[in-house]
Nanobody
Framework: QVQLVESGGGLVQAGGSLRLSCAVSRSIFSINVVGWYRQAAGKQRESVADITSSGSTNYADSVKGRFTISRDIAKNTVYLQMNSLKPDDTGVYYC?????????WGQGTQVTVSS
């Protein structure tokens, strides 16, 4: 099993920035994909960005050019740098790891962007 712990959420004004962290309980090289998802109130959870074990990245169209996913292999941590935040970015952000036994989720961190 893989444990993930998110941190870094908070309240920010539109146009501001936040950096989310996802601490993974084992080497991220052993995990196929680590991704960030978000869920706004009353909406379905959606994929925001992900990074594969080889370092390839993917982004949702809504965040391209504003969000950057990265990793620190030594710290087994995946980051989501979020710039130019918009009120529509508000939601609970979850980290997920796709590994040999399935998908594990973190507990989520709240991001609120005020207008």
């Amino acid at each position: 099993q893989v444990q993930l712990v998110e941190s870094g959420g908070g309240l920010v004004q539109a146009g501001g920035s936040l950096r989310l962290s996802c601490a993974v309980s084992r080497s991220i090289f052993s995990i196929n994909v680590v991704g960030w998802y978000r869920q706004a109130a009353g909406k379905q959870r959606e994929s925001v960005a992900d990074i594969t074990s080889s370092g390839s990245t993917n982004y949702a169209d809504s965040v391209k050019g504003r969000f950057t996913i990265s990793r620190d292999i030594a710290k087994n941590t995946v980051y989501l740098q979020m710039n130019s935040l918009k009120p529509d970015d508000t939601g609970v952000y979850y980290c997920a790891a796709d590994h040999a036994r399935g998908r594990s989720w973190g507990q989520g961190t709240q991001v609120t962007v005020s207008s």
